[in-house]
């Protein structure tokens, strides 16, 4: 099914969540995945053609195609007043749908709710892992939530969402993040704020860049206007990396622009232009990466006393601008900027970001695979990859894979780099980075003969 979306998007950059999107609402069913993919190409949800990455913005949770209702209300026809209301609430509750929390959502008996859920998991509408259920169709879970009143789906969103916050002593994962949904489609303001923030703070850290962005400006939207400064650069200057990561350049450059504005102290001006290098850097723009890596350490330079976020902004200005310098065919000065990076990391082993040690092996791999030996090369790249590996990070380790690949397509390992190459494809299809995604795939097209095109996409897309 994951294949045949690959093919009706014609889009070597079908950003991840369209993918769990279209799987979750078609539940399988290729009638409603057809329906689906049509609907949300027309809507202007997703945006495709011509080889170019995809744009996605995810349907209103009470959305579904015109098309599609009609085959829902014939499946509903006949249900009692008490089922489908029962029915409605299940679907209100989300992803957690228990006995517990439907109880708590209808004031009814658990018992009595699992002889009702019974005979829909019977007649196929829910699953049942004996932990909780869910819709197999989840176009069928969104009709319903469209046939609850906006006044009473407002109330029950947030009596769901004070249910979820009991469910643990601290809430993290998706449990955070739905409780955040439906804390967001009440009319619970100050929550609603608290939770945006907290689903925006770890989805960025996981590397959930499309799902960051959205929490972002749930957030961003119930702000109060004498908010604070540092609160509000923090929030401009994540959402422009993030915008940054996943192809929006002009809206990268607008959030980054925003928090240089905002920008007061030393460290947080060199963390913009950190940010706004790597921007750059990432459009090919090295001219412009060149000036803010520069600034950066120019900056580091000045004060008298560096903090670590500031140390760490050099440390990465230095690597990224030896790249640059590398490519440039300035390898004695990309060396001498390795070199100040190292002389950085080991004086400050206490800078926040570990994960800047396997940059400098990354960078330092690449300038070894030009001008040293490949095996002292492969063996600075393994090392970072192991430190990418233990931090963590997600996007270092995509970047070192991806980086890796021409020594070992030089040295004839073709298994192993292209193995490499569908890890890069896979890692960079979950951070929805579209820039990531397009040496990866343009290298493996090359090399992988046409009658096994199909085997191949079978193979990524079926695995992420």
Not at 66 to 77: F, G, Q, W
Not at 99 to 128: K, P, Q, R
Not at 441 to 458: D, K, Q
Request: with cysteine.
């Amino acid at each position: 099914m994951r294949t045949m979306l690959f093919f009706a998007l014609k889009s070597p950059g079908v950003p991840v969540d369209v993918i769990d999107y279209m799987s979750s609402q078609s539940g399988g069913n290729t009638r409603f995945l057809q329906m689906l993919v049509n609907w949300c190409i027309e809507s202007g949800a997703v945006g495709v053609g011509n080889g170019r990455a995809a744009r996605w913005s995810e349907p209103r949770e009470d959305a579904t195609p015109p098309e599609v209702r009609p085959v829902l209300d014939s499946i509903l026809e006949g249900l009692s007043e008490e089922q489908l209301k029962v029915l409605k609430r299940s679907a209100l509750a989300g992803r957690f749908l228990t006995l517990s929390l439907l109880s708590h959502l209808t004031g009814m008996e658990e018992l009595t709710l699992a002889e009702i859920l019974d005979d829909f998991v019977g007649s196929g509408l829910l699953l049942d892992d004996g932990q909780g259920y869910q819709f197999k169709f989840g176009v069928m879970r969104s009709y319903l939530v469209s046939l609850i009143s906006p006044s009473l789906r407002s109330i029950l969103h947030e009596r769901t969402a004070a249910a979820l916050e009991l469910m643990g002593d601290e809430l993290f994962g998706e449990l955070l993040t739905e409780t955040a949904r439906h804390y967001c489609c009440s009319r619970n303001t100050e929550k609603a704020l608290s939770f945006s923030r907290m689903a925006a703070g770890q989805t960025f850290r996981e590397g959930q860049h499309s799902q960051s962005i959205h929490w972002y400006r749930e957030y961003l939207e119930r702000l109060p206007a004498d908010t604070d400064t540092e609160e509000l650069f923090c929030v401009h200057l994540n959402m422009g990396t993030l915008f940054s990561i996943t192809g929006k350049a002009e809206e990268a450059d607008r959030h980054m622009n925003k928090a240089l504005e905002m920008a007061s102290k030393p460290v947080d001006r060199a963390a913009v232009f950190y940010r706004l290098g790597d921007s750059y850097k990432r459009r090919s723009m090295y001219s412009k990466a060149m000036e803010m890596f520069d600034e950066v350490v120019s900056i580091g330079n000045s004060v008298e006393s560096r903090e670590s976020i500031l140390i760490g902004s050099m440390i990465g200005a230095l690597l990224e601008s030896s790249f640059i310098s590398r490519l440039q065919g300035r390898r004695g000065e990309a060396g001498k900027k390795l070199e100040d990076a190292k002389r950085l990391i080991d004086e400050h082993p206490d800078r926040p970001d570990g994960s800047l040690e396997g940059l400098y092996y990354a960078r330092l791999a690449d300038l070894e695979s030009e001008t040293g030996t490949p095996t002292r090369a492969l063996d600075h790249y393994r090392t970072a990859l192991d430190i990418s590996i233990t931090h963590n990070d997600p996007s270092m380790e995509a970047l070192i894979l991806n980086n890796m690949h021409g020594l070992l397509e030089h040295g004839g390992h073709y298994t192993e780099m292209l193995d490499t190459l569908k890890q890069v494809v896979r890692l960079n299809n979950r951070l929805d980075d579209q820039l990531g995604l397009l040496s990866p795939t343009t290298t493996l097209r090359r090399h992988i003969p046409i009658s096994t095109c199909w085997t191949f996409h079978e193979g990524i897309f079926s695995s992420i």
